[in-house]
Each structure stands twice: as C-alpha cells, then as structure tokens.
T-cell receptor, first 116, second 112 residues
Framework: SAVISQKPSRDICQRGTSLTIQCQVDSQVTMMFWYRQQPGQSLTLIAT?????????ESGFVIDKFPISRPNLTFSTLTVSNMSPEDSSIYLC?????????????FGPGTRLTVL | GQQVMQIPQYQHVQEGEDFTTYCNSSTTLSNIQWYKQRPGGHPVFLIQ?????EVKKQKRLTFQFGEAKKNSSLHITATQTTDVGTYFCAGHSGGSNYKLTFGKGTLLTVNP
C-alpha cells in the first residue's frame, strides 16, 4: 500500500487568489493523479501528473487554471489559479503504487477548498 | 467519452437487510473497480474485477462483473452500521494511462 499526505487539509480562500496543494507519498509510485470531488458528488479526474514533464489534462481542465508539478516519484503539487466560488470542492491526490494490485489506486485524505 | 452510470443514488436500509448497487458502462471495460468512501473520508479500494462473468466475495460483500464486461454489481448481505458510506464503481477501459471513470456513487445509510 501507499500512505499519502496532503497539505493543506482545508482552506478558505478569496476569489481571484491561487492555492497550491501538496501531495507526498511514502514510497515510489508509478502514477499520480489529481481528482476533484464536489460535495456529495463523484470523482472527476483533473489530470495525470507526469514526472519531469507536463501533466496530461482531461477534457475541461487546462494547465493555466490547474498547473501541476511532479519533480520526483513521490511528490506533486496542484495549483488552483484565479479561484472562483465554482472551484469550491475537495481535491484528492491519488497514486498507483509500484507493488499494488494492477490498477488499484490509493487516495490521499483530500484538501477541502472553499472559495468566497 | 466513456460514461459509467450507477444506481441507486441513495439507499436507506434497516440493519440486517440486504443492499445492492448497480453499475453500467457505455463501453466495454478492461476491468472495473469498487471503492468505499466513509462520510468525511477518502475513497478506499475494495476490489477489482477483470474477467467476464467474474464473481468475487469478501465476507458479506459479493461483486459481479457482467458477461459483456459493461456492467457490475455490489451486493451486501445483512447490512451492518459499519457498512455506511458511499460505494463507487470505477471503470478502466484499458491502455497504459490507468484512467478510471467513476460512477456517481450510491450512498448507503443503515438504521440500527
């Protein structure tokens, strides 16, 4: 298994500002993902964080709004830029661990973001 | 794009009753996974189904994958209060990107 920590766990931000969320894993992982989950809703994949190169974004998500870094195999950041109330959500980091069952993903505890 | 539908959205049962949630994909899947998310928690992997017609059991939980690999179900026998949470199915269409498409989830509440 993989133990994932996220910082911050929650934040309240003003419209127009940006927030960077950090994801740290305790072991090397093959893949890292960022999801968004609005209250009571399902998980939507934002992007796959690629080590040392640009992230792969899903339809509806762009790099200017959600820049992602992954400098090494165990760490990634997601920035929510120029925030609006519609960005209020839970942001989850997820990983596919090297020794996990095929395709099993582990999720971090999430970052609960409220934009005023 | 691929869509995964899940029903029901909510289910409230008396403790001891059975519970079933159903998942249907718009496309044939390589595999399907099930996750459980407790209130205030994060999704936790339960199981993965890969083979057509596969049935797997985990204590009181029974998971099925349809013959056409487009639908799946999770059945809980004799629910307990510890079963409370949202159950998500997540479909994987294959390929090396490991992208999962999640259903909307079924929120299960259990009355003791």
């Amino acid at each position: 298994s993989a133990v994932i920590s996220q910082k911050p766990s929650r934040d309240i931000c003003q419209r127009g500002t940006s927030l960077t969320i950090q994801c740290q894993v305790d072991s090397q992982v093959t893949m890292m993902f960022w999801y968004r989950q609005q209250p009571g809703q399902s998980l939507t994949l934002i992007a796959t964080a690629n080590q040392g190169s640009e992230a792969t974004y899903e339809s509806g998500f762009v790099i200017d709004k959600f820049p992602i870094s992954r400098p090494n195999l165990t760490f990634s950041t997601l920035t929510v830029s120029n925030m609006s109330p519609e960005d209020s959500s839970i942001y989850l980091c997820s990983v596919k661990a090297r020794l996990a069952k095929p395709n099993e993903q582990f999720f971090g505890p999430g970052t609960r973001l409220t934009v005023l | 794009g691929q869509q995964v539908m899940q029903i029901p959205q909510y289910q409230h049962v008396q403790e001891g009753e059975d519970f079933t949630t159903y998942c249907n994909s718009s496309t044939t899947l390589s595999n399907i996974q099930w996750y459980k998310q407790r209130p205030g928690g994060h999704p936790v992997f339960l199981i993965q189904l890969v083979k057509s017609g596969e049935v797997k059991k985990q204590k009181r939980l029974t998971f099925q994958f349809g013959e056409a690999k487009k639908n799946s179900s999770l059945h809980i026998t004799a629910t307990q209060t510890t079963d409370v949470g949202t159950y998500f199915c997540a479909g994987h269409s294959g390929g090396s990107n490991y992208k999962l498409t999640f259903g909307k989830g079924t929120l299960l509440t259990v009355n003791p």
